[in-house]
């Protein structure tokens, strides 16, 4: 099993910049998809971005497209998402997830969760 651990949230104005880190400890690692899922009160765990275990592959949310890039290193056990020209509805507790089972792109197949660290885009 894996341990994930985010880092990296802060408060930052719109059209700036952050780079957010998760660490994950564990067994095998790289055979994981792992994704970047985002919680706003009041809504669901949304999706926002997942890289495959060869990390030739990608997909992103529409909202995030253009904006976001999602990126890991196996040998360090690392995923980050860098996130460019932040806007306020950005907002959200960030999350990594490691994925277990079903489809990627919903919050129910993946098996493990960091504890979240927060994004605040205001002015």
């Known amino acids: 099993q894996v341990q994930l651990v985010e880092s990296g949230g802060g408060l930052v104005q719109p059209g700036d910049s952050l780079r957010l880190s998760c660490a994950a400890s564990g067994n095998s690692f790289s055979s994981y998809t792992m994704a970047w899922f985002r919680k706003t009160p009041g809504k669901e765990r949304e999706f926002v971005a997942l890289?495959?275990?060869?990390?030739?592959?990608?997909d992103y949310a529409d909202s995030v497209k253009g904006r976001f890039t999602i990126s890991r290193n196996n040998a360090k056990r690392t995923v980050h998402l860098q996130m460019n020209s932040l806007k306020p509805e950005d907002t959200a507790v960030y999350y990594c997830?490691?994925?277990?089972?079903?489809?990627?792109?919903?919050?129910?197949?993946?098996?493990?969760w960091g504890q979240g660290t927060q994004v605040t885009v205001s002015s």
């Open positions: 890289i495959r275990w060869g990390g030739g592959s990608t």
């Open positions: 997830a490691g994925q277990a089972t079903g489809s990627p792109v919903l919050a129910a197949s993946y098996g493990y």
